[in-house]
């Protein structure tokens, strides 16, 4: 008898060490990866990262977990969230200036999209918990300051080069992408994007080594012989200095006819808004410009489209605008891709 009793006690110990035990678990699937207990807190939280107000002051906000209903607005905005992942935690878009990029756009075509930028009162009643877009949308006739946003429990972001801080640098668009791979805990997706345009970065750099550096401008077309430049504090300018061209024009600016033949560019590229059309106009004015005709790049016809959302506020378009960038200086680099 006593032999019996202390089988069932011991059957009754192993149950309930069982019972206590799963509560906590991590389950393997058949596909290896790992599962985590809905009852149990995330150890990535909470995390926090450095944004903006209308004052260009430096804000830390804090989230204790991923937003779960995301107001985007913008193309880089909207397009990053895709890129890593997070359609299901979208629930308004607005501000496109072109179309998403084809590989998101089944996904998209699946939020709401406002045409006209929404009012305030509209994005309140939507309850949103993060707000992600340029400096621009924070201004009074806007969304206004961020802090009536922080006031009600709700985290905003800033591109660091929609005119937050200056220079616009590569470096910025590369941790706004990894500061929302930190908030919503997709760390690994953010990290592959960055590096892979650090790679695209480092090919251009591996293949001029030794070889002579190509004058460039990166200019935008304001009206016959009046350009505006983008210099080294541009994105395309960071750009064309890390892939090791010489730019010709460092100084944000305009410049005239008189301007552009003095510093003869090897390669000229001339931003456009989006459109085909728009892209052949600024290709075209500048070819068929009589005064221009002396200049290098005209000779050869080294006159390259380079689109805005490539080299301003460009997200993980600032991959697109190095390949074009790279691709208009060392075309043979490119060659049967």
């Excluded at 004058?215 to 064309?240: C, F, M, P, T």
Aim: overall charge negative.
């Amino acid at each position: 008898m006593k032999k019996i009793i202390s089988i069932l006690l011991t059957a009754m110990m192993v149950v309930g060490i069982s019972g206590c035990t799963n509560k906590d678990t991590v389950t393997t699937p058949k596909d290896g990866t790992k599962v985590e207990d809905s009852n149990k807190k995330s150890a990535h939280y909470p995390v926090t990262i450095k944004t903006y107000n209308y004052a260009k002051e430096p804000v830390e906000l804090t989230f204790e977990k991923a937003p779960e209903k995301v107001v985007a607005v913008y193309q880089n905005s909207i397009e990053t969230l895709l890129a890593l992942g997070l359609k299901d935690k979208i629930i308004a878009t607005s501000g496109l200036d072109h179309e998403v990029k084809d590989e998101y756009k089944d996904d998209f075509d699946k939020l709401k999209y406002y045409e006209k930028l929404p009012s305030k009162e509209e994005v309140i009643a939507l309850q949103p918990d993060f707000i992600l877009s340029w400096y621009s949308l924070f201004d009074e006739k806007r969304f206004g300051d961020v802090n009536f946003w922080h006031e009600r429990n709700i985290n905003t972001y800033m591109s660091q080069n929609s005119g937050v801080i200056k220079p616009n640098t590569l470096q910025n668009e590369y941790d706004d992408i990894l500061n929302m791979g930190k908030v919503f805990d997709v760390e690994d997706k953010a990290n592959d994007i960055v590096n892979e345009m650090k790679k695209e970065i480092q090919k251009s750099k591996d293949f001029v080594k030794g070889k002579e550096t190509v004058k460039s401008v990166i200019l935008e077309v304001q009206k016959n012989g009046v350009y505006r430049i983008y210099g080294e504090d541009s994105i395309g300018g960071d750009i064309a200095k890390e892939v090791g061209a010489d730019l010709v024009a460092k100084s944000n600016g305009k410049i005239g006819n008189e301007d552009l033949v003095k510093l003869n560019p090897d390669v000229i590229f001339t931003v456009y808004y989006g459109k085909e059309i728009e892209r052949d106009a600024a290709v075209n004015s500048i070819l068929d410009n009589p005064a221009l005709s002396s200049v290098s790049a005209i000779k050869s016809k080294r006159v390259n489209p380079i689109m805005l959302s490539e080299v301003y506020s460009s997200g993980i378009r600032t991959l697109d605008g190095i390949k074009t960038i790279s691709k208009g200086l060392y075309p043979e680099l490119y060659e049967n891709k």
